[in-house]
Structure formats: C-alpha cells, structure tokens
C-alpha cells in the first residue's frame, strides 16, 4: 500500500488549496478514504472521510462548510478542497486507509496559512 500526498504549501488567510493522495497497492475503489491532520504540539485529528464509492461524507466540526473531500476511483485518487482557510489550519496533512483494521498512512505534506 502506498499514499502520497501532493498539494500543500503555503497560503495566505483566507486562500485555498486542494490536496491530491495517489493511492496504489490496494482496490482503491473498495475502501474508505480519510484525511487526518496534525498541527505542532498537538494529537492528529480526523478531517474529513469518504466512503468506497463517494456517496457519503464525513467533516470534523472545524471544517465543516469550507473543506470537500472528494475522490476519483478511475484515477486512484482522493482530494481535499480546502477553502476560506484559517492560520488554525496549519498542520501536516495525512491521507489514510483502514484495510484490516490496519491504518496505512501517506507520508503528510504540510498545509501553512499565513499572512
């Protein structure tokens, strides 16, 4: 299993950013996908999760309304629209995947807002 974060940066209060995880070595198209984050000092906190297909979608409180999580399964890939974003939203993005009950993990890009 692999997952690889593209996207981050540095962006100003109020700006957008859309992060992009290639996934290989599993049916991509059979399993959830999430996003967590994880600013300094502090524990790693679920963003957003979406099921196999796309149908259904899930955003912790903090982002609800500004970020959209998305996927395309004929390209591997699951994004994060991040928009209207907050100096709060600093941290190292992760892409995630539960197979087995094992979480695999991308290796985080770091997400900076700041004037």
């Known amino acids: 299993v692999q997952l690889v974060e593209s996207g981050g940066g540095l962006v100003q209060p109020g700006g957008s950013l859309r992060l992009s995880c290639a996934a290989s070595g599993f049916t991509f198209s059979s399993y959830a996908m999430s996003w967590y984050r994880q600013a300094p000092g502090k524990e790693r906190e679920l963003v957003a999760t979406?099921?196999?297909?796309?149908?259904?979608?899930n955003y912790a409180d903090s982002v609800k309304g500004r970020f959209t999580i998305s996927r395309d399964n004929a390209k591997n890939t699951v994004y994060l629209q991040m928009n209207s974003l907050k100096p709060e939203d600093t941290a190292v993005y992760y892409c995630n995947v539960v197979i087995w009950y094992y979480d695999y993990w991308g290796q985080g890009i770091q997400v900076t807002v700041s004037s």
């Open positions: 979406i099921t196999s297909a796309g149908g259904s979608t």
